[in-house]
């Protein structure tokens, strides 16, 4: 599978974006996608993933009351909506996917997007 992320940008303490996810290629139910993220200096984090399939989406503590992820599957499309965005928010924000088993670790993912930035200003 190949993994377009867009959607990125600058946007006030409060506010809301939508990432997008575009996937080309095996597409099935077994496939997962998941959203992560990298700060500066720090390490990749969890947000969210999902089965393509659809069923329970699982979220990362800090995210699970503001961030929601969804498919579209016309437009073959994996979103990450995002509110109450807060200045810790900012990172580059990635798109990944693996078949078959859900987890959170990013080193677990072979597939991954090009990154997104979000910048989330005071």
């Known amino acids: 599978v190949q993994l377009q992320a867009s959607g990125g940008g600058l946007v006030q303490t409060g506010g809301s974006l939508r990432l997008s996810c575009a996937a080309s290629g095996r597409t099935d139910n077994s496939l997962v996608m998941g959203w992560f993220r990298q700060a500066p200096g720090k390490e990749r984090h969890f947000l969210a993933r999902m089965y393509w399939g659809g069923g329970s989406s699982y979220y990362a503590d800090s995210v699970k009351d503001r961030f929601t992820i969804s498919r579209d599957g016309a437009k073959n499309t994996v979103y990450l909506q995002m509110n109450s965005l807060k200045p810790e928010d900012t990172a580059v924000y990635y798109c990944?996917?693996?078949?078959?088993?859900?987890?959170?670790?990013?080193?677990?993912?072979?597939?991954w997007g090009q990154g997104t930035q979000v910048t989330v200003s005071s």
């Open positions: 990944a996917a693996r078949y078959y088993w859900g987890t959170h670790k990013s080193n677990e993912y072979r597939y």
